[in-house]
């Protein structure tokens, strides 16, 4: 039987920030923000004359994932599961500023119906919506 938990500190979690590997901020802030819809609300560089390495936070309606080009957070070929309310609406989207879609908007067997694009790093974004 699955125990739960449920300490003080349990009950203190608000949510999750994903990190992504990215090997390019340029890339990464046109992928995201130029294809994708995000905003950069805020971006750390190592230096002032280099893009690279950056740690960046990008969000849409209130979804917050971290991007990072550091080595050692992480490695290229991560997933983040975004929740969303409209799976097909952002698949129009998407293709209309020709984001490549890897798995179109399907009625998964879970309960929701979901999307999934690919970064230029190879990081699977996925949408979820639940089904009616």
Not at 18 to 38: D, K, N, R
Not at 101 to 113: A, S
Request: proline residues 4%; hydrophobic residues 40%; negative net charge.
């Amino acid at each position: 039987m699955r125990q739960i938990c449920t300490s003080l500190v349990d009950k203190m979690l608000r949510h999750a920030i994903p990190v992504l590997h990215v090997t390019s901020a340029a890339a990464a802030e046109a992928f995201y923000c130029g294809m994708l819809g995000f905003q950069i609300e805020f971006c750390m560089n190592a230096s002032d004359i280099h893009r690279d390495p950056c740690y960046m936070g990008i969000s849409r309606d209130g979804a917050l994932v971290h991007l990072s080009s550091y080595s050692g957070d992480g490695v290229a070929g991560g997933v983040v599961l975004l929740r969303c309310d409209d799976v097909d609406s952002l698949n129009t989207e998407f293709v209309a500023k020709g984001v490549a879609i890897h798995v179109g908007p399907v009625d998964q067997t879970w309960g929701t119906r979901e999307l999934y694009v690919r970064d230029p790093d190879g990081n699977s974004v996925r949408f979820a919506a639940p089904l009616a």
